[in-house]
């Protein structure tokens, strides 16, 4: 571990270097390249600085308690020795969590896509639940989210609706909300006051750039159609709403959401490249699964990762069996208890996963 922390400090202090030089600042795309390097590299070099500075605080102080003849001075030495004797191990776990591989998607924008699962009208209307539960949660980070497509049902729920959500950080925030979340509750619907078990799905796929993943242009085919809302209310009189079929993989991508098609072109290929992109990870996941299977992950939509329980006031993730009784504030959009403890759990993981 400690070969591996001199040799990210020797890198960062040549990129340092190279990012003050003028003739590096003047190639803006490589500059902004080796910011990011640089940055990411920041939070492990001031960590390994202050384990060193620690241990030798801690030599220093042996040092003088085994030489020095004032008992006063020596029992300060062996206070700081003592103090840096503690901090040590902590300071070192620290750093091992901090040289865990970093997921290169973490700082990428998400597209969201909530479909009602098993439970008819139910199941549309906690999908709607969702959407206003992560749009809280989106508003409180100050990130922008943006509607891409949506199939309103009449009683206001959703069969499917699918955003963008752009800000920092937001996948490496979000991504843990893959899966099938399940709802236990009366529903609005039923008259006899019966506890109903709904099911809605959650998919976070990264936002791509074109250089991530090539499509080839003669392998789309798009419709055009006009958009339309529930009960075909706010109908377009333009064929402006837009739908891209990937053909060799059958995955279709729509958006109506924006006046222009070109727009809705536009977000109607983002989301493509994020459903191809997605289809790549996944093996790549799967890849690592086989050599260790993470008891987190990001979550796979057939996955059930969480229940809601109305009547109970609890929240469950199996994943991590942890539970939060707070449902109001929970579906007002403060996830970050859940979201941390995910995240906590999944780093745990991982380095288990490095040490074997």
Same mark, same amino acid.
């Given at each position: ?77 062996? =206070? ?6 503690? &901090? %040590?191990? !902590? +300071?070192? $776990?620290?750093?091992?969590? *901090?040289?865990?591989? @970093? ?32 749009? =809280? ?6 990130? &922008? %989210?943006? !509607? +891409?497509? $949506?199939?309103?049902?009449? *009683?206001?729920?959703? @069969? ?44 976070? +796929? ?55 098609? +070109? ?94």
């Amino acid at each position: 571990m400690f070969q591996k922390l001199d040799d990210v400090e020797k890198r960062y202090d040549e990129l340092t270097v190279q990012i003050s030089d003028p003739e590096v600042i003047a190639r803006t795309s490589e500059w902004q390249k080796l910011m990011k390097e640089h940055s990411d590299m920041t939070p492990i070099v001031e960590k390994y600085r202050e384990y060193k500075k620690t241990q030798t605080d801690y030599k220093e102080a042996l040092e003088i308690m085994e030489t020095e003849k004032d008992k006063e001075m020596k029992d300060l030495a062996e =206070m700081e020795m003592l103090e840096a004797k503690e &901090k %040590l191990p !902590i +300071l070192e $776990e620290e750093l091992k969590f *901090l040289l865990i591989p @970093k997921d290169p998607d973490d700082d990428k924008n998400v597209i969201c896509e909530i479909r009602g699962g098993a439970g008819g009208e139910e199941a549309a209307l906690f999908a709607g639940t969702l959407f206003r539960m992560y749009t =809280m949660y989106a508003e409180s980070k100050h990130w &922008k %989210l943006e !509607i +891409l497509n $949506e199939n309103e049902t009449g *009683l206001g729920g959703y @069969k499917e609706i699918s955003f963008m959500v752009t800000g920092k950080g937001v996948y490496s925030r979000l991504k843990f909300e893959s899966g099938v979340h399940r709802v236990q509750r009366v529903p609005d619907t039923e008259s006899s006051g019966r506890i109903h078990t709904s099911t809605s799905t959650v998919a976070v +796929l990264p936002v791509v750039e074109d250089v991530e993943i090539e499509i080839n242009p003669s392998d789309i085919k798009m419709d055009v159609y006009r958009a339309s809302g529930a009960g075909g209310q706010h109908v377009n009189k333009t064929s402006s709403a837009v739908r891209l079929t990937h053909i060799p993989t059958g995955i279709v991508a729509e958006c109506q959401t924006e006046r222009s098609q +070109l727009q809705n072109r536009e977000y109607a290929m983002r989301l493509l490249r994020s459903r191809l992109y997605e289809i790549e990870k996944q093996k790549r996941d799967s890849e690592l699964a086989n050599e260790r299977k993470s008891q987190v992950g990001s979550g796979d939509r057939s996955e059930k990762i969480r229940t809601y329980n109305y009547p109970q006031g609890r929240i469950t993730d199996h994943r991590i069996g942890l539970s939060i009784y707070q449902m109001e504030d929970f579906l007002n959009g403060n996830l970050d208890e859940m979201i941390d403890s995910l995240i906590a759990a999944d780093r745990a993981e991982r380095l288990k996963g490095e040490e074997e």
